[in-house]
C-alpha cells in the first residue's frame, strides 16, 4: 500500500538555498516553478516531441537504444520522447517547490524499508538511474528522513552554476563534485552512517568502469557503487520516481540490493526497474559509448584473458 512522506523541513539548508545569487537563470527557474505541474508536463511534452522531430541525431540514438532494449513498439519513440520532455519540464516544479508539497505529491511503494535500514543502523548508498523524476528521491529523503549527499558533474557554463546550486542543494542535500574530492565525501558519509546517492548509469571515465551488459549490449559502467557499497554495514537501495499519469505526481519504487553492487549486478537491477515504466527512461542518452582512453568491450576481454595465467594442466 502506497503512503505519502511526512515531510521535516531543514531550516538551514533553507537560508543556503536563499544565499543562491539571484541569477536571470535562477529568476527564470522560479518563475516556471510558479506554474501548475500539467502545464509544465504539457510543455516539457511539447518540448521533447519537436526535439525528437527537429534533430535527425537525437532521433536515430533513441530509437536505435530502444530497439536494443526490445521496445520498438509502434509509436513508442513518440511516447519516449514526450516522457524525456517531461523529465526536462518537471524540474522547474522540483527543485523550486517547498518539500512538503512534493512530499504531498509523492506516493511510496516501500515506506517500511527505509524503516528498517535505519534501525540496523549503517550508511545508506542510493542508486538511482535515469528514469521518471530521477532528481525527487534524494531530494524527499533529505528533506523528510535525513541528511544527504550526492555526486554531481558541475555545468561548464560559469552562468548555470548558480541555478546547478539551487537544484542540487535542499532542505538536508548537499551536492558534490564528480571528482576525487567527491567520492571522498561520499566514503566519509558512508562510514559516518550517513546516506549518499549517485546516477549509477552515468558513463564513466576511462579507468572508472568496466564493461558489463545492459540490455544485451556491452556499456562501460562505472566501479564507484560496488567500492562504496564495500564499506562496512553500507545497504545498497536501487530507487526510482515513477511520473504519475494526469499530473497527480510520482510513486517512488525502492528495492533492497543485497548482493555486491558490481557493474554486470548494477545493470540487471537498472533494466528491472526501468522495465516498470520504460517510456521514462531516457532512451536519448548515448549510454553505449566507449570513453577516450578505454578499450572496446571485445579489446578489453582479450587483453583480461592475455593478462591471465593458464590454467594448470
Known sequence: MSEPFSPRQSAAAASQAADVPKSLPVRLLRLAGRLPLRLL????????????????????????????????????????????????????????????????????????????????????????????????SARLYAATRAPMTVMFKPPNQPALRPLAELARNGDGLRAVPASLAGVRALLRGLRGGGAVGLLPDQVPGAGDGRWAPFFGRPAYTMTLPQRLAQ???????????????????????????????????????????????????????????????????????????????????
Not at 517510456?279 to 536519448?284: D, P, S, V
Request: charged share 20%; aromatic share 8%.
Open 41 to 136: 508536463h504539457a510543455l516539457g511534452a511539447a518540448l521533447g516531441v519537436a526535439v525528437f522531430v527537429m534533430s535527425p541525431a537525437y532521433r536515430r540514438k533513441l530509437r536505435a537504444n530502444l530497439r536494443q532494449a526490445g521496445f520498438d513498439q509502434r509509436g513508442f519513440a513518440w511516447r519516449a520522447a514526450a516522457e524525456t520532455g517531461r523529465t526536462i519540464g518537471e524540474l522547474p516544479f522540483i527543485w523550486t517547490r517547498p518539500s512538503a508539497e512534493l512530499a504531498r505529491l509523492t506516493l511510496w511503494e516501500n515506506p517500511q524499508l527505509f524503516d528498517e535500514i535505519e534501525a540496523a543502523g549503517g550508511g545508506i548508498l542510493f542508486l538511482t538511474p535515469h528514469l521518471g523524476a530521477f532528481e525527487l
Open 231 to 313: 564499506q562496512p554495514g553500507v545497504h545498497t537501495v536501487l530507487v526510482a520516481c515513477e511520473r504519475l499519469p494526469s499530473a497527480r505526481g510520482w510513486r517512488l519504487h525502492a528495492e533492497p540490493m543485497p548482493e555486491a553492487a558490481t557493474p554486470q549486478a548494477v545493470n540487471a537491477r537498472m533494466e528491472s526497474l526501468i522495465r516498470r515504466c520504460p517510456a521514462q527512461y531516457l532512451w536519448g542518452y548515448n549510454r553505449y559509448k566507449q570513453p577516450a582512453g578505454v578499450p572496446g568491450p571485445d579489446d578489453a576481454g582479450a587483453a583480461g584473458a592475455a593478462a591471465r595465467p593458464p590454467a594448470d594442466r
